[in-house]
């Protein structure tokens, strides 16, 4: 059992708001990389985060750089077992971040790269709908949306300018056949004060690929 953290980074004042991307893995990387500097980039959890849950969660607490290592850009698929999990985090080093309040949106798809094995077209997401309210719903999670109120009522950032969700635990396909998936991540952006465009929305998008192998053991809940 591995536990990943899909980071990625927006800024309001750089080019890229123009064409409403994330901040690209950069070369070269920065000194120290690290979660709180490193976008468009998977780490794997050197011990069990807090957060971590075979269900989807907002996560109340920043994730500390320390627990996270083993940097990979997104221009690879990452490859899961069934059991792993997966965890998200946005941030932003904007001077005005405390100012920002952002709604998280995302939409499984089947990868169409490759020839897939029997069975593994039939599902559509590696997620279930569980929840720590129902914990057992295994549903697929195809969509990820959580927030449906006014951008005025959307959260605001963590002490450390991040938001975070844990997306839950890994599950295969059916008859354990392996599949391929993208993640079109996206997180629209609000500024409720000051500048850049206060009271204007920004979106950003990205979209990681992911191979979930055909074997692996699941597990309930991470330690």
């Known amino acids: 059992m591995a536990i990943y953290l899909y980071n990625l980074m927006f800024s309001l004042t750089g080019s890229n708001v123009n064409v409403g991307t994330f901040e690209p ?6 000194p120290s990389p690290n979660i709180s500097n ?4 998977w780490f794997t959890a050197n011990t069990t985060p807090p957060g971590a849950q075979a269900y989807f969660q ?16 997104d221009a690879n698929d990452l490859n899961l077992n069934p ?12 001077a005005n971040v405390s100012n920002y309040q952002l709604r998280f949106t995302g939409v499984f798809g089947r990868g169409t790269s490759q020839a897939l094995a029997p069975g593994a077209g039939n599902l559509q997401s590696p997620l279930v709908m569980s929840s ?13 949306d959580t927030d449906l109120s006014s951008a005025t009522s959307w959260p605001g ?27 079109n991540v996206g997180a629209t952006v609000y500024v409720k ?4 465009a206060a ?25």
């Not at 490193?38 to 980039?41: G, I, M, R, V, W």
């Not at 059991?83 to 904007?94: E, H, I, K, P």
């Not at 004060?193 to 850049?196: A, E, H, R, S, V």
């Open 83 to 94: 059991g792993d999990y997966l965890m998200l985090r946005v941030f932003s080093q904007d």
């Open 157 to 183: 950032p963590l002490s450390d300018g991040s938001w975070s969700i844990c997306l839950g635990q890994v599950v295969a396909a059916p008859g354990l056949a392996a599949n391929d998936y993208t993640l």
């Open 199 to 223: 009271g204007n929305l920004f979106t950003f998008g990205r979209d990681p690929r992911m191979h979930v192998t055909g074997t692996g053991i699941n597990t309930d809940v991470a330690a």
């Open 132 to 144: 720590a309210a129902v914990p057992n719903n295994t549903f697929p999670r195809a969509v990820i």
């Open 58 to 73: 907002i996560l109340s607490q920043p994730l500390t750089a320390s627990q996270w290592g083993s940097a990979q850009t």
């Open 25 to 30: 893995y950069p070369s070269p990387l920065p």
């Open 193 to 196: 004060l000051n500048p850049p």
């Open 38 to 41: 490193l976008s468009s980039a």
